[in-house]
């Protein structure tokens, strides 16, 4: 059984830093391709960022160089890094599996408010 727990989020200052994290059960990250999702209120759910079973890496033009998503195979655990953060990074993030690129398994995401 497939499942994903987000956690790390909370209230930051502009130009502040948290790393979230998602455990996950039932998925191996070594055949497995997992996304960074986010949603603002009023937007729809976006894609920012992906790592792939061989650790190919991909973000979103609005997070490239501050995000940086990573993973451990071994505590089946994806990261997502997030520096300089700014007010329109306010969202809930969620993690998911991906296959052929479109996500299932969602966890019950984290919020992250930016803010000062």
């Known amino acids: 059984q497939v499942q994903l727990v987000e956690s790390g989020g909370g209230l930051v200052q502009p130009g502040g830093s948290l790393r979230l994290s998602c455990a996950a059960s039932g998925i191996g990250f070594n055949v497995n391709t997992m996304g960074w999702y986010r949603q603002a209120p009023g937007k729809e759910r976006e894609l920012v960022a992906s790592i792939s079973s061989r650790g190919d890496t991909n973000y979103a033009d609005s997070v490239k160089g501050r995000f940086t998503i990573s993973k451990d195979n071994a505590k089946n655990t994806v990261y997502l890094q997030m520096n300089s953060l700014k007010p329109e990074d306010t969202a809930i993030y969620y993690c998911?599996?991906?296959?052929?690129?479109?996500?299932?398994?969602w966890g019950q995401g984290t919020q992250v408010t930016v803010s000062s």
């Open positions: 998911s599996r991906l296959i052929r690129g479109t996500p299932y398994y």
